[in-house]
């Protein structure tokens, strides 16, 4: 079964450096989300993507935030300069007929 | 967008059916509802969708009553590991609304 696998598992970083999260969705699918959830919290919209381009984001998404498909198949999200309370658990999602399907998400451990 | 509404938990016991309610007053035409299912460090799993009436698959059906402003989610004779938080969520097919966003969800702890 195809699947969205993501990279890397776990990341701890110092706060101000640049994190750069990588997502490759399920070939055939054209809409890509990345998601976050902090530990206990719910699971929060980030931002969409469609045909290059950001379709939809959320106020958490500012300008620290960005992400490009490079390639054609990966999907990433960068944080330019990480703070303490983007630690957390981000998770890629494409979606198929209505179905986000989500990856195991990359945990984020911010110093 | 419509805005979700669920109990922050619910207890059950093993072998019960359970039912959780999600409200969605404000659900355009064309959203879906489609519920999904997280359990601890793992990304949310598919469960099931609907538009109206019920829907049953292997695992779950969803009751849609005819105005739409609500669902149900039916989980028959749970099991231990159905413990798991599990959302709701109100959209359209990626193209029609991009922005998919989950409630608080709903904390089921089933015990034996």
């Known amino acids: 079964e195809p699947e969205v696998t993501q990279t890397p598992s776990h990341q701890v970083t110092q706060m101000g450096q640049e994190v750069i999260l990588r997502c490759v969705p399920i070939?055939?699918?054209?809409?890509f989300y990345w998601y976050r959830q902090i530990l206990g919290q719910k699971v929060e919209f980030l931002v969409s993507f469609y045909n290059n381009e950001i379709s939809e984001k959320s106020e958490i998404f500012d300008d620290q935030f960005s992400v490009e498909r490079p390639d054609g198949s990966n999907f990433t999200l960068k944080i330019r300069s990480t703070k303490l309370e983007d630690s957390a658990m981000y998770f890629c999602?494409?979606?198929?007929?209505?179905?986000?399907?989500f990856g195991e998400g990359s945990r984020l451990t911010v110093l | 967008l419509a805005k979700t509404t669920q109990p922050i938990s619910m207890d059950s016991y093993e072998g019960q059916e359970v039912n959780i309610t999600c409200s969605h007053n404000n659900i355009a035409t064309n959203d879906y509802i489609t519920w999904y299912q997280q359990f601890p460090s793992q990304g949310p799993r598919f469960i099931i969708q609907g538009y109206k009436t019920k829907v049953t698959n292997e695992v779950a059906s969803l009751f849609i009553p005819a105005d739409r402003k609500s669902s149900t989610l039916s989980l028959p004779r749970v099991s231990l590991s159905d413990t798991a938080v599990y959302y709701c969520l109100v959209g359209g097919y990626g193209g029609a609304t991009n922005k998919l966003i989950f409630g608080t969800g709903t904390l089921l702890a089933v015990q034996p």
């Open positions: 999602a494409s979606i198929w007929a209505g179905e986000l399907f």
């Open positions: 070939s055939n699918h054209l809409y």
